[in-house]
Structures are given as structure tokens and as C-alpha cells.
């Protein structure tokens, strides 16, 4: 019987919040709360048995024995749209300069975002967006896309309905982002705006450098006159560690 809700989220004050939303739909609901691989792994078997599971905005791989043990499924909330599955789907969005971004749901498989997309939330990328901004433009539309599926997450046990939307692009990893991040001293004027443009936030602690004479550098953000905001079309060079 479906009676329990596992969260994965990257925080505990998510949990809070998107468990109140889906406890609004069905008030029987019993909720499990996880944010790391090891309070997964500490959830007991007859507990999976009965559940379903909801990952959202999280860097853990859920193992495959845990999502067979799942009575009821598990459904991720990916902050990019069909064509960007993987790792930092903002970042790779602002180096492709594409224009159009969005959110994905989709049931998980032992494979990371390959699983049935249930639910999609698309936008247009404003003008001057930075990567920062397109991340939380994306996460506003996870959240609401969340708030859409709501009802049918907490009261319907079958699997939801997948959409006919397929998964494209190429599956970005944390090693293709290393390897932008990772600039050669003879690289191109316009590559290295692209790359400036798109990487320069230290992402998951993963900074810009370039090798000069076998001597690596760490791309910086210049200071600007005081009241004047800092830009990235302006780098600043620091010997990396």
C-alpha cells in the first residue's frame, strides 16, 4: 500500500516545504527525509516497500537496489529541459548560447536522466542573463513544476504518465565541465569569452585556469572602482594552488 513519500532534496528546509505542499493533497502521507547516499541506504526495506520516492535538486546517484525496492517509483526534478540531461545544465546552456532553457520531471533509472519524462516546464532566456540567473530561473520553474504535479505525486500509486518527450543532447559530466574549466594558453580570444561567460562562478568548487609555461593560473573576477559592479570580461589572473 502506498502510504510513504521519501525526499531527496539538497536541504532540509526544502523537505519542509515540499512536504507541507504534498501532505496538503493527501493528509495520510507519511514522509522520509534524505540528503545524503547514507540516509537513503538507512531506510528500512519494508519502508521502500511501501513508497515512493521524490528526488529534487540533488547531486546524489540513487543505487539501483534502492530503486527496485521502491514500491511505487521514483521521480526526479532535474533543473534543465530534455535537451541538457547531466551535469550543470545551465552552465553547458551558456557556453552553447542557446535561448531556450527549462525544467524536466522524469521517472529515474539506474542511469542518470534517462528515465520516462513525465513533466516539462519550458522558458525563453532573457536578454543578459548570467549563469547564476539562469540557475535560478530554472529552479523557479522546478519549483512550480513540482507545485503542478503535486496532486497526482501524493495520491496517485500507478506510475504517471509519461509524456512522448524524449531525452537529446549530449549527457554533460562533471569531467566535460573540468575540462572547459581547463583553458590552454593558446586558446581562442571568442573560446575563452565563451568559457568566461559560462564558467566563471567556481561551480561546485571547479575554478577557471590556464596553463601558462607549465605554470597553472586561476582566472579571477577584477575589482572594480568602488560602487561599480565586478565583471567576468575582465579577468583577473592568480597563481592556482
Not at 566535460?176 to 583553458?183: N, S
Amino acid at each position: 500500500m502506498f502510504d510513504t513519500i521519501i525526499l531527496l532534496t539538497g536541504s532540509r528546509d526544502q523537505q519542509l516545504a515540499l512536504s507541507e505542499l504534498l501532505r496538503a493533497h493527501n493528509a495520510a502521507l507519511a514522509f522520509r527525509c534524505a540528503v545524503s547516499l547514507q540516509d537513503l541506504e538507512a531506510i528500512e526495506r519494508d519502508v521502500l516497500g511501501r513508497s515512493r520516492l521524490l528526488a529534487f535538486t540533488t547531486g546524489v546517484v540513487v543505487p539501483a537496489a534502492i530503486l527496485q525496492a521502491l514500491g511505487y517509483g521514483a521521480y526526479n526534478f532535474h533543473p534543465g529541459p530534455p535537451d541538457y540531461p547531466g551535469w550543470a545544465p545551465a552552465h553547458f546552456a551558456m557556453y552553447d548560447g542557446t535561448k531556450r532553457f527549462g525544467a524536466t520531471a522524469h521517472a529515474m533509472e539506474t542511469r542518470v536522466d534517462c528515465g520516462a519524462i513525465v513533466g516539462v516546464e519550458p522558458f525563453d532566456i532573457p536578454q543578459g542573463v548570467d549563469v547564476r540567473g539562469l540557475e535560478q530561473m530554472a529552479f523557479v520553474r522546478l519549483a512550480y513544476l513540482f507545485w503542478r504535479m503535486s496532486r497526482d505525486l501524493a495520491c496517485q500509486a500507478g506510475p504517471l504518465p509519461a509524456l512522448g518527450t524524449g531525452w537529446s543532447g549530449t549527457k554533460s559530466t562533471r569531467q566535460m565541465y573540468a575540462a572547459l574549466c581547463d583553458m590552454p594558453a593558446d586558446i581562442d580570444r571568442s573560446e575563452m569569452a565563451r568559457r568566461i561567460h559560462a564558467f566563471h562562478d567556481d561551480f561546485r568548487g571547479i575554478p577557471l585556469t590556464v596553463n601558462l609555461h607549465g605554470t597553472r593560473f586561476q582566472l579571477m573576477r577584477a575589482e572594480a572602482a568602488v560602487g561599480e559592479p565586478m565583471t567576468v570580461e575582465a579577468p583577473a589572473l592568480a597563481l592556482a594552488s
